[in-house]
């Protein structure tokens, strides 16, 4: 496809489980973003991906959150023993270079509920 | 203090109005600055990019920026029901640094 694909598109899921987010970019963007929009915010950076390392992990609230880009494409988010309070729109972008040179392609979000 | 403040409405306006949307940030690292249009269920996109303080016109939508006052503004001219939508200020730092996004204005154009 032309634009950045994540799957699923919505994720119910119950307090304590394990879950996995995709994120699919755009073809040839280097750079890949994950950040979480909560009901009413902006959003809010978790992790950038340049190639296949993590050039900032900043944003990842704590040791429960995890992601990877292994092949420097596609990159999965992974939260282990989810809470309530992980509710939120995971959102997904990409694009060219370094994140001052041009635009971020988002794409449509994850959206998580924990029960 | 967060780093980028903005109110977040929400704003409704009628059709053909002119709309103001405000952003203050308090970091002096940030040196360039996009506003995000996101609609409802939808992922952000790029609408307006400005590296200096400014006027940057494009169509209906002029980005003004303030760096002495860390004061950012989205002007839209003859505004449209197609406008609704909340609006993101991104102000961001050099290189490697990610974007930073204010809370978004919730923005409604009532035909």
């Known amino acids: 496809g032309a634009g950045v694909s994540q799957t699923p598109s919505n994720k119910v899921t119950e307090k304590g489980k394990y879950v996995e987010l995709r994120c699919d970019p755009i073809s040839g963007h280097t750079a890949l973003y994950w950040y979480r929009q909560s009901l009413g915010q902006g959003p809010e950076f978790l992790i950038y991906f340049q190639g296949t390392g993590a050039a900032d992990d900043s944003g990842l609230p704590n040791d429960r959150f995890f992601a990877v880009r292994p092949e420097g494409s596609v990159s999965t988010l992974k939260i282990q023993r989810t809470e309530r309070g992980d509710s939120a729109v995971y959102l997904c972008a990409s694009s060219f270079g370094t994140p001052n040179t041009g635009e971020l392609f988002f794409g449509e979000g994850s959206r998580l509920t924990v029960l | 203090q967060k780093e980028v403040e903005q109110d977040p409405g929400p704003l409704s306006v009628p059709e053909g109005a002119i709309v103001s949307l405000n952003c203050t940030y308090s970091?002096?690292?940030?040196?360039?600055f996009m506003w995000y249009r996101q609609y409802s269920r939808k992922g952000p996109e790029l609408l307006m990019y400005t590296y200096s303080s400014g006027n940057k016109e494009d169509g209906r939508f002029t980005a003004q920026v303030d760096k002495s006052s860390k004061y950012i503004s989205l002007f839209i001219r003859d505004s449209q029901p197609s406008d609704s939508a909340t609006y993101l200020c991104a102000p961001g730092r050099s290189g490697n640094t990610p974007l930073v996004f204010g809370k978004g204005t919730r923005l409604s154009v009532i035909a």
């Open positions: 970091n002096s690292a940030f040196q360039y």
